[in-house]
Structure formats: structure tokens, C-alpha cells
């Protein structure tokens, strides 16, 4: 009597959100596997099926690849310069302050970067393009204006319009934008390490390296998974900040298959090939973070 | 459909979880956009055509017009309304705008109740080749021979500026009613010209001398928005158009071999590369946006810029007063061009389109025609700064000096007008042939090689 009241319970509490996760979410991806099999252009409700003439024109693509390149690209670089650059940050402003009355502590104003670190995370992803996509004009831009003031007025990169340049610049604003919160995640985790820990490892002599490397990077393992779990799939994405600086411009260089999806279905009327696009970065999705999964997992350290 | 931040990594587990949804989420999804079949359009609710009724409007029945909002404002759609009304009492004429076209009405297309009138303009228009694919747009022939609002005597057709009907015809039917006209090109400023003593050379052989009397006097000859270098495009294809002529011009937009890599086309490009080579563009042109770049020239940091009539509202107090800014005509760049000087890229704009499916298709056809009447050109060439397509339509007497100096330009090239269709019939085409171009303002690619990929890519978009 008891266990039919409880399943009852369960049922009413788990029906609702189900529903909701099967229409809005779980039947459009498999929507999306019935459109990437035909030609449809979106306005009517007519189309052909196609089988999968629009995974072989996707395969001969040369633009799709190079979006899912530069896609893999950032997949690397993004995790690993965000990861570092925050881990070192927290490091800086949590536990490499002076040894003053033998307490582990920040470097001096900590309160106050960590402060401005966070800032750039709490503002909207269009505010941060239009933001950056002025400092980046090679005109009026602060960046060159910057590099003329100190006298390389030869030196006046186009950053958001020169091929070799565009990626890195829009990867540079991606960095800046996510540090600030990982430098939180971080702080959140070097907070729960016992001080005792790393008071014992200095005493007994470990250099300021030794202590992250072999003390703090261990036990925050956890929370630097985390961290590059989502900043892989931050990297996957980049629609936002591509979509406002570049369009993905120039001639491809900052291509991201978000992007490159978007256009096709909604500025070329092709959301056939465009599902067929989004079918291949499910797969791809998937496998690297069933990948990812697998290659970070560690033995949890208890403390 | 992977553009979601917030999207839960899917796990081995989870996707089991998935798959074992699927049959559900199959079943659902068969009630979703992508059944069923085509319904039947709706018979249009039509009185009877009559004099002075050509389309046989219903009285009573409301009709919808969906505006874009955009450089041109909505103020110039208030009289048509007016027209419409004074014609047709107690008619509800609803009219709505948006700058999101696309992403507004595409559903209502799919369900088969869109508006009687769409502005399908802008950078979030519905693809035109999409739209004529699925034959979602009702001819528009019957407005072309329906007698004109301001004088019954004379039919719409013959009221139209050169190359309206040509414009909208997609498959061998006229589907778009483009409202604007505009000429196409680069722009410089009369007043600088002045007061440097320069005059606007006629051979190309002179333009290139100005371009470096322009450089010594500080001045960079061009700037480009690299961020859009699709803008380039009309000033290239007027230089084809002047040395090649139509014919050319005609393989470009129909897709056809031979087209960019037509000699004499070439020439016309490689007589343009003579300014990235000499370094005559701006530097730092690539990383700029349309704003930007007309800034620079606005700024005088640069003697020409790409763009078309729109650009001098679009810069609305930007403009320096007194700077006169005027559209610029193609030099004549071999002794044999096809073309005179004067030759001009001019091309109805504003498309406005009756979807096929649409409740009040008779009463969408009519407040085209209300659009289309003197007062209608003339109130909106008043309000949004741009000529119509009307040609008896009549400027105010404060146009400002660009405008004058389009429609003067316009008089002068009388049937020497071109206009491209590349870009409403294959906007990925006109992307990627833009992409090209971008490259070849930079300098990173000449002209023969901007001829060969063009080219390249106008073939597989054929194919």
C-alpha cells in the first residue's frame, strides 16, 4: 500500500519534467536526424528525402572542415590556456602570499583581483564581441592605439581581419572571458584543502612549485575536471562570440561548426544539410567527451 | 542545434537513456514541423475586379504587412495605409514590423497562414532560393498589367524604373517587387575633390594618376569594410560590366562558364589590382566593419568607399556638412569598352513579396498597388531618402546631395544599367565569391587567380 503511494509520488514528481525533456529536447535531435536525410529549406512542409547525399557533400566540404579543425583547435588550446591561467591565478591569490606569522594566504589586494577577474564572466556575451571587437579595430582600437603610444606605430595589426591573426584574437576574448570563473572554481577548491597539508609540505622544505604541482594540483583534481568538461564543450560551441566578432570571417579563419550550421540554415535556406551538420557534431560531441571522461578519471583523494 | 552553453555533456549512460527515448521521442517529433503534407492554399476571399478594383478586393477583409525594420524606417508605409484605406473603407490594414524576418515568419510559412504582404529584407531575410523552391510566393504578373493608382490609363509595368521587373523574376516569374531604387558602387566627396583641385577622371588611366595624387596628399585612395567585403562586389561588377558589357554580366548572374574568366573581365579586374598592389587601400581596411570604413571616408582618411545609395542616411550626422558626397561612374578602362561612360550598377531593392498561401492575396496585390502610386514613390523617397522604383515618383527639394547626384547619375546612364542577381539567388554563392574578394583587396590574391575562383565556384553552384 505503502509502495504504490510512494511510486505514485515518484511517477507524478518524474512525469512532468520527462515530458518536457522529451519534447523539448530529446525529439528534436531526433528530428534533426529525419531532416539530415533530406533536402528540406525550411518554409514549407514539402521535401524530398535524400538519403545521405547531404553527409557526402558534407565530407567534400572544405569549409566544414576547417570549422571542425578549428573546432578541435580550440578544444586544446582552450581548456589548457583557461585551465592554467586560472589555476595560477588562484594559486597567486590564495596561497602565495608571503610567509608573514607562518599562515598561507594570497599575494596583497587578493579581495580585490579576484573581484576584477570575476568581472568580465558577469557580462552578457554580446556586450564582451561588440566590447572586444572595438578594442581589436585597427584603426580607433585600444590594442593599436596601445602599440602606437609605445611607439610601434609600424606595428598596427588588422587583428579581426587578417587570416593569421582573427583566430587567435577570438580565442584570446574566449580566455578572458571564462577566467574569471574558473579562478573562482579553483579558489572554492584550494579553500577546502586543510592548511595543515600544506603547512606540513613546507615545512619540510617544498619550494613554491613543489606545493602546487604536488600537493594543490592532486586535490583539486576534481574541480579541474570540471572545469575542462565545460570548457570543452565551450570550445565545441563559440557560436556567440564568433557569430558578433567575425561571422566566422576572414575567408573562414575563425570557422566554428556552430557557426558554420547557423549560416547554412538560416542564411543559405539549407537546414537539410544543416541537420546533416548538426547529426556529424553529435557523434563528434559524443565521442570526445565519453573520451574525455575516461582519460581524466583519477583515484579520488580523501582528506 | 550544439550552440547551447548550458547543454549537459552526454555520458555513455546517457545516451543509452536516449536512444531507449527514442521511439517516444519519434512519435512525437511525426507531430512536429517536419509532417504531413502541403494543404491546399486558402482560397482568397475576392469580390468581383472591377474598374478601378483590379484584383477584386473583398470590402471588410483585413489584410497583414509585415514591415522590416530597418535603414529605411517605417514612417514611409503610413500613407500606402492611408491610400489603402481611403480606397477600401472600413478595411482593416494591420501592419507590424521587424528586423528579425526570417526567424519571425518562417513558422507561419511552414504553417501555411503568412501575412498578405512581406518586406522580406534585411540580413535576417527568408533565403529567396528557398522561398521559390518551395513556391511559396504568389506571381505578381497580375500587378505588373493592372492599371496604375495615379492614372488608370497607364498599367503598373510601365510606371516601373529599368530592370524592376528583371530583379524579381526568379524561375521565369515575377515574384518580388523590389520598392527602392538605388545605384550601386563606391562613393567619393565632391567638396574634397574641390578643394584639392582634382577632378573625377574619365579614363582609368587618370584614376589610377588621382589615386596617387591622393596618396601624397596623405590620403588613402580606398577603404573597404573587410569585415563585409561582399561590398565590393557591385564596384567590381560594374568595372566588368563597363569593359564586358551585359552579356557578361548576364553569365555572371545566370551562373554560366566563361563568366569571370571571360577576358575581358579579367582585364577589368586586373585594371583594380593596380590599387591593392600599389598599396592603396587602407591599412587596417580588413578588420573593419561598413561603419567603420564609412567613417574613414566620412573622416576624409580615404578618397573612395564601396556602398550603394543607402549609405549616405545610414550615416545620417556623420556627414560633414558640405562634404558632397557623390556616386562615382566606372572610368573607361580600355580604348574598346562595351560600355560609355556613365555605365552604372542600379538595381531595385526593398524586396517586398505576396506569399502564395497567403488569406488575402487580392487585398495583398492591391496594397502593392497603393505602394506603387506617385504619392506613394514620392512620400517614400521623402521619408526613407532612397528613390523608388516608381519613376515618375519626384524628389523633395531639400534631397540631400547623394541623392541628387543618384538620380542625376541615373539619368545620365539611361539604359546603361546593370544589376546583379547573385546575391537573391544564391546568397551562399555571393558569400564565398565575396570571401574571394576580401582576399584580393588584401592583396593575399591577384586578379586572374580572384577570375579562376570565382569562377570555380560559380560552376559548382551551377552543377
Redesign the interface.
Known amino acids: 500500500m505503502r509502495n504504490r503511494h510512494q511510486r505514485r509520488v515518484i511517477v507524478g514528481f518524474l512525469a512532468a519534467p520527462l515530458i518536457l525533456y522529451t519534447v523539448f529536447v530529446a525529439s528534436p535531435y531526433v528530428q534533426a536526424f529525419y531532416i539530415a536525410i533530406t533536402d528540406w529549406r525550411g518554409l514549407s512542409a514539402e521535401f524530398d528525402v535524400i538519403g545521405l547525399a547531404n553527409f557526402a557533400e558534407l565530407f567534400g566540404d572544405p569549409v566544414f572542415w576547417k570549422a571542425l579543425g578549428n573546432n578541435l583547435i580550440l578544444l586544446i588550446t582552450l581548456p589548457l590556456v583557461t585551465i592554467g591561467l586560472a589555476l595560477f591565478l588562484a594559486f597567486m591569490l590564495n596561497a602565495a602570499g608571503g610567509p608573514r606569522s607562518g599562515e598561507i594566504r594570497g599575494v596583497r589586494g587578493a579581495t580585490f583581483y579576484r573581484v576584477v577577474f570575476f568581472f568580465p564572466y558577469v557580462l552578457s556575451i554580446a556586450i564582451i564581441g561588440v566590447l572586444w571587437m572595438n578594442i581589436y579595430n585597427p584603426i580607433n582600437g585600444l590594442l593599436n592605439g596601445g602599440l602606437r603610444a609605445i611607439g610601434l606605430g609600424h606595428v598596427q595589426p588588422s587583428w579581426l581581419g587578417d587570416e593569421r591573426l582573427a583566430f587567435w584574437a577570438v580565442l584570446a576574448v574566449l580566455v578572458w572571458n571564462g577566467v574569471g570563473f574558473y579562478v573562482v572554481l579553483f579558489t572554492a577548491g584550494l579553500k577546502a584543502i586543510p592548511a595543515s597539508l600544506l603547512e606540513a609540505a613546507v615545512l619540510d622544505g617544498a619550494s613554491r612549485s613543489q606545493v602546487f604541482f604536488r600537493i594543490t594540483v592532486p586535490l583539486i583534481w576534481e574541480n579541474i575536471r570540471t572545469a575542462a568538461v565545460y570548457l570543452g564543450i565551450a570550445a565545441l560551441d563559440a557560436f556567440a562570440i564568433v557569430q558578433i566578432m567575425t561571422g566566422g570571417g576572414p575567408n573562414d579563419s575563425t570557422q566554428v561548426g556552430s557557426f558554420y550550421l547557423y549560416q547554412n540554415a538560416f542564411s543559405y535556406g539549407r537546414f537539410g544539410y544543416a541537420s546533416a551538420m548538426g547529426v556529424v557534431l553529435f557523434v563528434v560531441t559524443l565521442a570526445l567527451s565519453a573520451f574525455t571522461l575516461r582519460a581524466t578519471r583519477r583515484e579520488r583523494i580523501e582528506f | ?5 548550458s ?1 549537459p ?4 549512460r546517457s ?1 543509452l537513456a ?1 536512444l531507449a ?2 521511439p ?3 512519435a ?2 511525426a507531430g ?7 494543404q491546399a492554399p486558402a482560397a482568397s476571399p475576392t469580390g468581383r475586379a472591377v474598374a478601378g478594383n483590379p484584383f477584386g478586393v473583398a470590402a471588410g477583409t483585413p489584410v497583414e504587412v509585415v514591415l522590416f525594420d530597418g535603414g529605411y524606417g517605417q514612417a514611409y508605409i503610413k500613407l500606402p495605409v492611408e491610400l489603402y484605406q481611403k480606397k477600401h473603407p472600413k478595411t482593416e490594414v494591420k501592419q507590424t514590423s521587424t528586423q528579425q524576418i ?2 519571425t515568419l ?1 513558422p507561419r ?2 504553417a ?1 497562414n503568412p501575412p498578405d504582404v512581406v518586406n522580406n529584407s534585411g540580413s ?1 531575410a ?2 529567396y ?3 521559390v ?4 510566393l504568389l506571381s505578381l504578373a497580375p500587378l505588373l498589367d493592372a492599371p496604375s493608382w495615379s492614372d488608370p490609363a497607364v498599367p503598373v509595368r510601365d510606371t516601373l524604373r529599368p530592370g524592376v521587373v528583371e530583379v524579381g523574376t526568379h524561375d521565369g516569374q515575377f515574384v518580388v517587387l523590389n520598392y527602392s531604387y538605388g545605384a550601386y558602387g563606391a562613393w567619393y566627396s565632391a567638396s574634397l575633390f574641390e578643394e584639392k583641385g582634382w577632378t573625377y577622371p574619365q579614363t582609368w588611366d587618370d584614376y589610377l594618376g588621382l589615386c596617387d595624387k591622393m596618396a601624397t596628399a596623405g590620403i588613402a585612395p580606398w577603404t573597404y569594410p ?4 561582399y561590398y565590393m562586389f557591385w564596384w567590381l561588377a560594374s568595372m566588368i560590366y563597363k569593359v564586358a558589357g551585359k552579356e557578361v554580366i548576364d553569365k555572371i548572374n545566370n551562373f554560366e562558364k566563361d563568366a569571370w574568366t571571360d577576358e575581358r573581365a579579367v582585364a577589368a579586374l586586373k585594371a583594380f589590382e593596380a590599387i591593392p598592389t600599389n598599396g592603396w587601400v ?8 561598413h561603419t ?1 570604413a564609412q567613417m ?1 571616408f566620412l573622416q576624409g ?1 580615404a578618397g573612395f568607399v564601396p556602398g550603394g545609395s543607402w549609405l549616405e542616411k545610414e550615416m545620417g550626422d556623420s556627414v560633414p556638412a558640405g562634404f558632397d558626397m557623390s556616386i562615382c561612374r566606372v572610368p573607361s578602362i580600355t580604348d574598346a569598352d562595351d560600355r560609355p561612360f556613365g555605365a552604372l550598377c542600379a538595381k531595385a531593392g526593398e524586396p517586398y513579396i505576396v506569399p502564395r498561401d497567403a488569406a488575402n492575396s487580392a487585398g495583398g496585390l492591391e496594397f502593392l498597388r497603393a505602394m506603387l502610386s506617385n504619392e506613394g514613390g514620392s512620400n517614400f523617397i521623402a521619408q526613407a531618402g532612397a528613390l523608388s522604383s516608381n519613376r515618375n515618383a519626384t524628389l523633395p527639394a531639400d534631397a540631400k546631395h547623394g541623392l541628387v547626384s543618384i538620380n542625376d547619375a541615373l539619368k545620365e546612364a539611361g539604359d546603361n544599367i546593370f544589376g546583379l542577381t547573385v546575391d537573391t539567388r544564391n ?2 554563392l555571393w ?1 564565398d565569391i565575396a ?2 574578394m ?2 584580393f583587396m ?1 592583396g ?1 590574391v591577384k586578379a586572374d587567380q580572384l577570375a579562376k575562383e570565382a569562377q570555380r565556384l560559380t560552376d559548382a553552384a551551377r552543377n
Open positions: 542545434m550544439h550552440d547551447r552553453p547543454q555533456q552526454p555520458t555513455r545516451v536516449f527515448l527514442s517516444v521521442a519519434g512525437l517529433a512536429c514541423a517536419t509532417s504531413g503534407g502541403k526570417q526567424q518562417q510559412f511552414v501555411g535576417n527568408i533565403d532560393g528557398a522561398l523552391g518551395d513556391k511559396a573587410g569585415q563585409f567585403p587602407l591599412k587596417g581596411s580588413s578588420g573593419l566593419n567603420d574613414q582618411k546568397s551562399r558569400n570571401k574571394v576580401g582576399r588584401n593575399d
